[in-house]
Nanobody, 114 residues
């Protein structure tokens, strides 16, 4: 079993910054790819960014140059630094990994006011 526990998020004005964290625990030797997804009201969950164990990164076009995904493998912790936030970034954010099956964090609300 793998547990993903998220922290961070909240309410911020447009142009502001927030940082999300996701701590992984359980019977794991090392977690391969970790990712952040988000789901806005009435919309499908979408991939925001992901990072492999070796540090290769992918970003959705909508967040490129504003968000930075990183990980601390020694702590099995994933981060998402979100800068220059826009109202359209408002969503519930989830961390995710796949080890035989999908594992999800509990979700964190990010609200960006205009």
């Amino acid at each position: 079993q793998v547990q993903l526990v998220q922290s961070g998020g909240g309410l911020v004005q447009a142009g502001g910054s927030l940082r999300l964290s996701c701590a992984a625990s359980g019977f794991i030797l090392s977690i391969p790819t970790l990712g952040w997804y988000r789901q806005a009201p009435g919309k499908q969950r979408e991939l925001v960014a992901r990072i492999t164990h070796s540090g290769d990164r992918y970003y959705a076009e909508s967040v490129k140059d504003r968000f930075t995904i990183s990980r601390d493998n020694a702590k099995n912790t994933l981060y998402l630094q979100m800068n220059s936030l826009k109202p359209e970034d408002t969503a519930v954010y989830y961390c995710n990994t796949f080890i035989g099956r999908d594992y999800w964090g509990q979700g964190t609300q990010v609200t960006v006011s205009s």
